[in-house]
């Protein structure tokens, strides 16, 4: 994103849409990837659907605010959070 904010705007697109044409299944077999295989035996139905259903709602509309949350993540905060967190922790 920092280095070719073209090539990663492409590449999130593309991921979008790949999100947008998941099913409740395809967000299960993600997340038991993620998962130790206790936690993945258990994975509740309602969960997945949630989620999938959540993220449909949430990048339906399109791709913008994903980005900007993404690039906030990434980019550099600037020398006032990093004293505003110095004199605090």
């Known amino acids: 994103m920092l280095t070719d904010e073209d090539a990663a705007r492409v590449k999130m697109e593309k991921d979008r849409e790949e999100f947008l044409a998941m099913s409740a299944g395809e967000v299960a077999d993600g997340l038991k990837s993620l998962l130790s295989p206790t936690?993945?035996?258990?994975?509740?139905?309602?969960?997945?659907?949630?989620?999938?259903?959540?993220?449909?709602?949430?990048?339906?509309?399109?791709?913008?605010?994903?980005?900007?949350?993404?690039?906030?993540?990434?980019?550099?905060?600037?020398?006032?959070?990093?004293?505003w967190l110095s004199d605090r922790f």
């Open 39 to 83: 936690d993945a035996a258990v994975l509740p139905d309602e969960l997945t659907e949630y989620l999938a259903y959540s993220t449909h709602e949430g990048l339906a509309p399109g791709g913008q605010g994903w980005w900007d949350d993404s690039f906030a993540i990434v980019a550099p905060w600037g020398p006032e959070v990093h004293a």
